[in-house]
């Protein structure tokens, strides 16, 4: 016992009496021999005691069969909680109009009384929030059908891998894990688990539901108890909120890969093709609308993963694996012209979940898709009209804005072939992408991996671009973009990235990226394709193919190079003016923002290394003499 007298969920939901007759009963004899065959009484027995307590009237044990697969999709749409659309293999989700995002005020991190992360994290004492979330669960499934579901995330039979396990009353949530994750029903089987804190438990409902949604919305709790490796949440149905091994699996992760040495990122990771043949592997953290998806999506290269990384140091190098099989992504703007993979698989026949989209005849409508959309039809408010507006008086859209969709990767043509490789794929380069539209050139090369991440990872920030997101031009510190998911202190998180590269023999190049920089005018100084070519940039960077000009900042591209790679990727002049705009060195703007990060990190931040401060100041002083030499607003030709 800890000093509460918690030290495990059994204390406060202790073992079920007469375990074989509630399996028997719920779960009828083929769930119970599922769960007999698993010869693994640590799982059994915390399946059991959920099962009491949420107390559903029939519980499906999902084994790693096709048919159980078919079986959860199939009720899905029997239960109403996905409609068919008019292609084949397509079906909709609607979320209710209060439940259509992650619930950050109620997402909670569990701690013993008396430990804090920091004050950007939202957490609770662990005592309290148990008994809290406990009394909710309390029959919480009663005249329900629950499912439980075995996973893996990360490639099966890998050091990657961790077993997952997931209880909830959502036929959806238990149909999108089965396209999101790979089947893990064999790993359990497997592995002979001596306690519960071996894998990860995912404990789901959507509670009391009324016209098919959540009702008991003032009653939604996401809470994260790191002790035992638990998420538990309850009435809640949008997928932030109840996908356990998506982002709430990412605390748990971060914790766990802070403890073993290696790193849980909010990453993507895509192979990116070189000259004859080659394939140079890159991960990237960029903040919410700073260009993560359009990346990590580019029709000539390849997609391992467009949202988590697992990062592991093998002989000496990076590999890196994708816990996912599949993607939850947001919808809206995607479109033929500027998203033609992902366009193509959400127009084909196959398997694909529409969440929070408009229907009009059997068909999806979403902001963005730059094609003529209803002035009638159905939504996650109901019957919908243009110019329809909610209790407060505000219009609705015909789609929401974090309206999502759910496919398998392999269902995409640009499907990388490690997808599921054990092994992993390894990391040649690792991208931080930023939104500020008057201070980081397009791309630049760090000048070690201990500059990039205190100087890029660690500062990274983003613009707010309309009210939604906030105060237009205001800049949001996100760190690495892991910000919202870290369950460890912030300057325990960066003292981490710096000893993993302390380990690597040959570590990544490292590079940051700003799709957004603007001029005077406010004019935009990239194209939108113009990532491509920062792309082949680094990729021939990662091997010394391609020589850079050393600024105070880090390296950037030489002219010749960038006017070879825009005519042969783009079939683009690329003009000597516009790379005298886009990679001049802005000193003024740059001293603004080491000052803005290193207020955060000595004000409102603990256990701040002082290397970070120190290499800021560094960062500084050179910047100041450059200033001195030079002026304010550098052209590129001055470093060479």
């Known amino acids: 016992m800890d000093e509460e007298g918690v030290t495990k969920?059994?204390?406060?939901?202790?073992?079920?009496?007469?375990?074989?007759?509630?399996?028997?009963?719920k779960c009828g004899e083929d769930g119970y021999e599922k769960l007999s065959n698993l010869d693994n009484p640590t799982v059994v027995n915390l399946i059991a005691r959920y099962i009491k307590y949420c107390n559903p009237a029939t519980v499906f044990i999902r084994s790693d069969d096709k048919k159980d697969a078919e079986f959860i999709r199939k009720r899905s749409i029997e239960k109403g909680e996905e409609i068919p659309l008019k292609t084949k293999g397509h079906t909709v989700h609607f979320d209710g109009p209060n439940d259509q995002a992650r619930d950050k005020e109620s997402t909670k991190i569990l701690l013993p009384k008396g430990k804090e992360i920091g004050?950007?994290?939202?957490?609770?004492?662990?005592?309290?929030?148990l008994k809290e979330i406990h009394t909710y669960l309390k029959n919480i499934m009663e005249g329900k059908e629950a499912y439980v579901c075995f996973l893996s995330l990360g490639p099966k039979n890998s050091?990657?891998?961790?077993?997952?396990?997931?209880?909830?009353?959502?036929a959806y949530v238990a149909h999108s894990e089965d396209i999101l994750y790979r089947n893990g029903y064999e790993i359990f089987k497997k592995e002979k688990f001596e306690t519960e804190e071996e894998f990860?438990?995912?404990?789901?409902?959507?509670?009391?539901?009324?016209?098919?949604?959540?009702k008991k919305i003032d009653k939604r709790r996401i809470y994260t108890d790191l002790q035992t490796n638990t998420v538990l949440s309850t009435n809640t149905q949008y997928g932030g909120n109840t996908l356990g091994p998506k982002k709430l699996s990412m605390r748990l992760a971060i914790k766990e890969s802070r403890e073993e040495g290696w790193l849980t990122e909010h990453m993507f990771i895509m192979g990116v093709h070189g000259p004859k043949g080659r394939v140079s592997y890159f991960t990237g953290a960029f903040p919410s609308a700073c260009g993560k998806t359009s990346t990590a999506m580019i029709e000539s290269e390849n997609l391992v993963g467009d949202d988590i990384a697992y990062l592991r140091e093998v002989d000496g190098e990076v590999r890196a694996a994708n816990p996912e099989r599949g993607?939850?992504?947001?919808?809206?703007?995607v479109n033929s012209e500027d998203d033609p993979l992902i366009w193509k698989t959400l127009t084909s026949e196959g398997e694909v979940i529409f969440s929070n989209v408009l229907i009009k005849n059997d068909k999806p409508y979403w902001l963005g898709m730059k094609r003529k959309i209803p002035e009638k039809g159905?939504?996650?408010?109901?019957?919908?009209?243009?110019?329809?507006?909610?209790?407060?008086?505000?219009?609705i859209t015909p789609s929401h804005r974090n309206a999502r969709y759910t496919v398998r990767i392999s269902n995409l043509e640009n499907k990388d072939p490690n997808l599921n490789n054990p092994e992993g794929v390894k990391v040649d380069g690792i991208i931080y992408g930023g939104r500020d539209s008057d201070t980081c050139v397009p791309v630049e090369e760090a000048f070690s991996w201990k500059h990039e991440i205190l100087t890029k990872g660690a500062t990274l920030e983003s613009e707010t671009t309309s009210a939604t997101l906030g105060k237009t031009g205001e800049r949001r510190f996100n760190p690495m973009s892991n910000l919202d998911f870290l369950s460890i202190p912030i300057g325990e998180y960066i003292k981490h990235q710096l000893e993993f590269g302390q380990k690597l023999d040959d570590p990544p190049s490292i590079f940051s990226v700003n799709y957004f920089l603007k001029d005077e005018n406010g004019n935009y100084l990239n194209g939108f394709h113009d990532k491509k070519v920062w792309l082949k940039w680094m990729e021939l960077r990662t091997h010394a193919d391609v020589e850079a000009i050393k600024t105070p900042t880090g390296y950037i591209p030489l002219y010749e190079d960038l006017r070879e790679l825009f005519a042969k990727v783009l079939d683009k002049e690329y003009s000597k003016?516009?790379?005298?705009?886009?990679?001049?060195?802005?000193?003024?703007?740059?001293?603004?923002?080491?000052d803005r990060i290193e207020k955060i990190y000595k004000e409102d931040l603990k256990n701040t290394p002082d290397i970070l401060l120190e290499t800021l100041e560094k960062q500084r002083e050179r910047l100041k003499a450059k200033r001195q030499k030079y002026g304010d607003y550098i052209h590129p030709s001055k470093f060479k």
């Open 200 to 214: 990860y438990k995912f404990v789901h409902s959507a509670g009391k539901l009324e016209n098919g949604v959540s």
């Open 577 to 594: 003016e516009e790379y005298r705009n886009q990679f001049r060195l802005r000193i003024p703007e740059h001293l603004s923002k080491i």
């Open 378 to 395: 159905v939504n996650y408010s109901g019957e919908w009209w243009e110019g329809k507006e909610n209790s407060q008086g505000k219009i």
């Open 159 to 170: 050091r990657f891998s961790i077993p997952a396990l997931q209880i909830t009353d959502s």
């Open 119 to 129: 004050p950007q994290f939202n957490s609770m004492e662990r005592k309290k929030g």
């Open 9 to 25: 969920i059994r204390d406060i939901l202790p073992p079920a009496e007469s375990e074989e007759k509630i399996l028997v009963e």
């Open 327 to 333: 993607i939850f992504g947001i919808i809206r703007d």
